[in-house]
């Protein structure tokens, strides 16, 4: 392996691979924070050390996205899943919003805001799997709507919108879960981002909410739970109750790395260079092939068959005992998939592909 810890090249799609240096860093202040004399577990969320930690984690975010002013970033707890219900009960002004159905995770999110109003399917790529996405330059959007509404990469297809769809001036809302902070972002784009980190930022348990100021509505429902209103967590900085205070220490320090590594632009480019690697091999392999469109392709997530079951477990066997682990395929794709988030290293991708070429090689002649 290439590095002291006995590490495995993690391919899993979330909770994923975290950089060897965070992990270090988090070792080193496991006991001892910074001379606190206690590890950040077991440290008041109201401390001063504390605050320090949570506020330099919020600017490091705003100057790595650019985040203007007049966007507010909050630390939640509950998932992306939870914002499938958060999102609807808040922004729903006029009880209509329209929303695009590029993969489960979508899906999900529009069968939830069902529940709140009237949310209208205004393009879908189910009828192929998945497999792309769709156009999305002249959508038939409602007048009345709200919101529309995206999950911008499909972790378990492995597509991404590579344009924005047109809104018509209607607010733009992401699940941005598996490319966040992948590559550079226009926020001012959207009316609200949201991400579960353990894909790509940080530790399961903590979910960045980043909202512009006007949607945080304080006339919401009388039923709605006082800790499902951004409201709540906007006017206490993420600090009405226990926030998920080291996930989000933790996430602090993958910012720090991002900023070490060069942003979000050298981020991209890093990440340009690993998917290349990987979609170059698929599309001159004989045994294995892409999954999706070519112009709908995923930079984080690669779904890839070779056609035969059979082959596909032997791989995946085989590859788990070579290091490359977790690459087993999403159940309603099949096959494999390599996720290949910010912290995987290029040579992981390309001792995979080395990987992948032996296998080929090994079992075409048969
Ligand atoms: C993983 C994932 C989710 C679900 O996240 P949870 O934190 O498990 O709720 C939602 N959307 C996308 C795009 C994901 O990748």
Known sequence: MANNYNRVYNFAAGPAVLPVEVL????????????????????????KTYDNIIKTAESDLRELMNIPDNYKVLFLQGGANLQFSMVPINLLKNGEADYIVTGQ???????????????????????????????????????????????ENNTIYGTKFHTLPNTKGKILVSDMSSCFL?????????????????????????????????????????WCPVM????????????????????????????KWIKKTGGL???????????????????????????????????MNVPFVTGSDELDKLFIEQAQKAGFVQLK???????????????????????????MSKFEKENLQK
């Not at 399961?204 to 006339?219: K, N, P, S, Y």
């Not at 998920?244 to 993958?254: F, S, T």
Request: contains cysteine; glycine residues 8%; aromatic residues 10%.
């Open 24 to 47: 270090e860093i988090a070792r080193d202040d496991m006991l001892n924070y910074h001379g606190s004399g206690m590890s950040v577990m077991e440290m008041s969320h109201r401390s």
């Open 105 to 151: 995770w979508a899906k999900k999110a529009y069968i939830e805001a069902q529940k709140y109003g009237k949310i209208n399917k205004i393009a879908s790529s189910e009828d192929k799997n998945f497999s792309y996405i769709p156009d999305c330059s002249d959508l038939d959007i409602s007048p009345n709507s709200d919101y529309v509404y995206i999950c």
């Open 182 to 222: 992948s590559e550079p972002v226009d926020v001012t784009k959207y009316g609200l981002i949201f991400a579960g980190v353990q894909k790509n930022a940080g530790p399961a348990g903590v979910q960045i909410v980043i909202i512009r100021e006007d949607l945080i509505r304080e006339d919401l429902p009388s």
């Open 228 to 255: 499902l209103k951004y409201k709540t967590h906007s006017d206490n900085n993420s600090l009405y109750n226990t926030p998920p205070a080291y996930g989000i220490y933790i996430c602090g320090l993958v910012f």
């Open 265 to 299: 632009e050298i981020m991209k480019q890093i990440n340009d260079k690993k998917a290349k690697i990987l979609y170059d091999f698929l599309d001159n392999s004989k045994l294995f092939k892409g999954t999706v469109e070519k112009e709908s392709r995923s930079v």
């Open 329 to 355: 395929g999403h159940r309603t794709v099949g096959g494999m998939r390599a996720s290949i988030y910010n912290a995987m290293p290029v040579d992981g991708v390309i001792g995979l592909v080395d990987f």
